[in-house]
């Protein structure tokens, strides 16, 4: 067993916060405030405030600390995290007890999007390869692009250089002010980090990421042109999948259990009920959400699943309206019943 389960293992365990006041709050982690899981987090907490139902979105280093809270800290029932974590987790979970305890009781609650992932460079990096012996950002240790940053290199065995371990908002002015050769950055696009002008086509691009070895273990994706200001022609991606977890609480214990249940059944029904609505008003990525594409391995919590009843109540406050195989295969059904699909 590789020595990287065992630190995250250590990790998750170790990102355990002390309980708060009595009173149930809602949270959703997010992640940094330029990135895509923020904006959605957002147009969640609208969703749940236009029910009366005020959800805290909270600001993270990624999905690491998003995995790890939605486990570990009170008031905490809602996470966004990639696949690749999750399937990475998985992978070792078997292997290690620490690993084992560090995911235990964190359920699905959706499956949203495709997130590319972006890296940013000179425009002589021509390929991932040649980041060997350069200097260049790959997030916070804490974050998923950290981590995905860290296989993708592993898998093509780039060696040399110098890692950072920087959020990809810190590390945009050191690359363009020349401290940085390039950066990691796992985001959906468009990602309002390089919606900026100050971006110099002629000096820095995407650059593209066709390697067979990684095809075989991410998704093939394309940044189309125009996607950025300095951006003029389209470039072959890999993408992971952007996940909400959420935990699976008693329904029927003591009253943060029951309480935490509810808000998680509230928010899945109202996601259902107004997907629409996200998909018209919110970040565009809510229109590639494929709420089918589970990912395998993980179990959908079950008040996400009272929630998705198509006749369940979230008791709205506010102006909101209600309308109307193996072990996920409820899900599915529910799934096309509230989505009314044949």
Same mark, same amino acid.
């Given at each position: ?11 998750? $365990? ?45 600001? =993270? ?32 979970? &078997? ?54 940053? =860290?296989?993708? +290199? ?20 050191? +690359? ?25 086509? *002629? ?8 390697? @067979? ?46 309480? &935490? ?16 609505? $996200?998909? *018209? ?6 229109? *590639?959400?494929?709420?089918?594409? $589970? ?13 998705? *009843? ?14 109307? @195989? ?17």
């Amino acid at each position: 067993m590789t020595q990287r389960p065992l630190l995250i293992a250590a990790a998750l $365990l170790a990102l355990v916060l002390p309980a708060r006041a009595a009173d149930v709050e809602r949270n959703i982690m997010t992640g940094g405030p330029k990135g895509t899981y923020i904006q959605i987090g957002r147009d969640i907490a609208r969703l749940s405030e236009t029910c009366g139902k005020p959800l805290n979105v909270v600001e =993270s280093a990624g999905s690491l600390e998003n995995f790890a809270a939605v486990r570990n800290r009170r008031n905490t029932q809602f996470g966004i995290v990639q696949s690749d974590v999750l399937d990475y987790l998985k992978t070792f979970e &078997s292997e290690d007890k620490e690993l084992q305890k560090a995911v235990r009781g964190v359920r699905i609650m959706f499956p949203l999007y495709n997130e590319e992932v972006h890296v940013l460079a000179r425009t002589e990096i021509g390929s991932l390869k040649d980041l060997a012996g350069k200097r260049f950002a790959i997030g916070k240790k804490d974050s998923g692009t950290f981590l995905t940053a =860290s296989l993708m +290199l592993d898998i093509l065995q780039v060696k040399g250089g110098e890692r950072v371990a920087i959020n990809p908002d810190e590390a945009l002015p050191k +690359l363009l002010s020349g401290e940085l050769d390039a950066l990691f950055y796992v985001a959906g696009a468009p990602a309002s980090l390089f919606a900026s002008a100050g971006i110099d086509g *002629q000096k820095f691009h995407l650059v593209p990421v066709r390697e @067979e070895p990684l095809l075989a273990s991410y998704i093939p994706a394309r940044i189309e042109a125009g996607t950025y200001p300095f951006q003029k022609e389209g470039v072959d991606a890999v993408a992971v999948k952007a996940v909400l977890m959420t935990f699976e609480y008693d329904a029927k214990g003591k009253a943060y259990q029951r309480q &935490s249940c509810t808000a998680v059944a509230d928010v899945s029904s109202l996601i259902l009920t107004h997907l629409d609505q $996200l998909t *018209q008003s919110g970040h565009p990525k809510w229109k *590639q959400v494929d709420l089918t594409a $589970l990912p395998p391995g993980w179990k959908v919590g079950a008040c996400v699943k009272a929630g998705m *009843q198509p006749d369940y109540d979230p008791q709205c406050k506010g102006a909101a309206t209600s309308g109307g @195989e193996g072990e996920n295969d409820d899900y599915l059904k529910l799934l096309k019943q509230r989505l009314k699909q044949p």
